[in-house]
């Protein structure tokens, strides 16, 4: 009888630590960008998400220059390729480079990547980017040597 008792009580203690996730937990998706074949998680600005009975909206009173500074400044090449890498398989990826003289240009992402500039100096990536359940604006920054 204590074996079928401890026996059920091993079920349960399985059952309890299965790693299926519970009904309304929410991973916010990550977002990445490589360079040089080492990844690094950019910092989320904007995130809002909504789907079902669940929603989720993170609005940031941080501006990109302060969001930049959360992130360890990338070091890359004058018109090297950097690839973005972003959760739960987005339906659109856009970027704007931002320069220290806080002027924007937008830059074509093209298969997941983009061109770095060719003239040396620091710049701001926006990455802005859209599910059907949301939206979420990633942000990174690189020193072109």
């Given at each position: 009888m204590i074996k079928v008792y401890l026996l059920m009580l091993i079920v349960i203690i399985l059952t309890g630590c299965n790693g299926i996730p519970v009904r309304g937990t929410f991973i916010q998706p990550e977002?990445?960008?490589?360079?040089?074949?080492?990844?690094?998680?950019?910092?989320?600005?904007?995130?809002?998400?909504?789907?079902?009975?669940?929603?989720?909206?993170?609005?940031?009173?941080?501006?990109?220059?302060?969001?930049?500074?959360?992130?360890?400044?990338?070091e890359g090449s004058g018109d090297g390729k950097l690839e973005i890498e972003i959760d739960q398989n987005p339906t659109s990826i856009d970027a704007n480079q931002w320069n220290?003289?806080?002027?924007s240009t937008t830059i074509e992402v093209k298969g997941?990547?983009?061109?770095?500039?060719?003239?040396?100096?620091?710049?701001?990536?926006?990455?802005?980017?859209?599910?059907?359940?949301?939206?979420?604006?990633?942000?990174?920054?690189?020193?072109?040597?």
């Open positions: 977002g990445k960008v490589i360079l040089e074949n080492n990844d690094y998680s950019m910092t989320i600005g904007e995130f809002e998400w909504k789907e079902r009975d669940f929603e989720v909206s993170n609005i940031s009173t941080s501006d990109k220059y302060e969001l930049a500074g959360e992130f360890t400044t990338l220290t003289d806080f002027t997941n990547k983009i061109t770095l500039p060719s003239e040396k100096g620091y710049y701001i990536y926006e990455v802005i980017v859209e599910w059907p359940q949301g939206k979420a604006t990633y942000i990174f920054d690189i020193d072109i040597l």
